[in-house]
């Protein structure tokens, strides 16, 4: 239960890089959201070219002191992605280093966690358990970060501007339960990031999995960025939305819960098809 609490500031402070700025900048004015998607994109792409350094870095390092370090710029720049640029600063430009600043070390973070969880579980049955218990604090701060606008004022920009505060008390909280774990396997790879990549890649299986979190991250991604404006343009109930929110993200657990434990009956009939068989 300790390693996973931090599963939940992680994802109260992802989701509303996505569900929230687009919304808070074009209401504000800063932007067109013509400028704020080129500037997700542009950020987005650093973030996967970034991902795979972080990988090959965070193997040669204690995984708990690289998420301890990556938390500061996720954390500083959830914050300035909240805060209104100066006058004499490009919103254009505070919009990006905010972003880069927060997706990068938000990728870090969850890399360096994931990994440490890995190292934490002493066998299956454990990290099952560690896994089980980070998901369930990252449902948690999922929902938390889709009321706490909402609930925080009747004005869309005012109850956005207040995240940051609680995105920083719970990551405080968390560092105070994690503080006395174990830092984890110390696991030095000397092979060179492009010779892990070429590993990687040749795995056919693996390729497949890449193609399938593709498409999930295609899925995902059209909801989660329009869900606020469909609420406040469409159905014109501004206010409503951290309701809604917490709802579609109820019901997308409970209906998952029931497709993939019927999945698991019929797989375990079956046998594993081609595509779920296990990497070897």
Known sequence: MRYGFLGLPLAF?????????????????????????????????IDAVADPRFCWLIDRFSRKTVLYLALVPFALGFLALFTS?????????????????CT??????????????????????ERLRLTGAREAFILVGVVIAAIIPSLGSDQPLTGMAVLPYFLLGLLFLALLIIRGLPA???????????????????DKIYRRLLAV???????????????????????????????????????ECDIANQIFYKLRVVVSTLGHPFFIRPLQ
Not at 187 to 195: A, D, H, I, P, T
Not at 224 to 238: C, E, K, R, S
């Open 184 to 202: 984890g396997i110390l696991n030095k790879n000397e092979e060179s990031l492009m010779s892990r990549l070429g590993v990687v890649w040749r």
């Open 13 to 45: 402070g992802a989701l509303p890089i996505y569900l929230f700025v687009p919304d808070f900048y074009a209401r504000s004015g800063l932007l067109k959201l013509s400028v704020i998607g080129f500037v997700l994109l542009i950020t987005r792409l």
């Open 85 to 101: 640029p100066a006058t004499s600063v490009s919103a254009t430009l505070w919009l990006f280093m905010s972003l880069a600043f």
């Open 213 to 251: 979190f593709m498409a999930n991250g295609i899925a995902s991604a059209f909801p989660t960025t329009l869900f606020v404006f469909y609420v406040a343009d469409v159905l014109q109930a501004p206010e409503k939305t951290g309701l809604l929110l917490a709802i579609l993200f109820q019901s």
């Open 104 to 125: 990068l070390g938000f990728s870090a973070a969850m890399i360096a966690y994931q990994a440490w969880g890995s190292d934490l579980g002493v066998d299956s049955t």
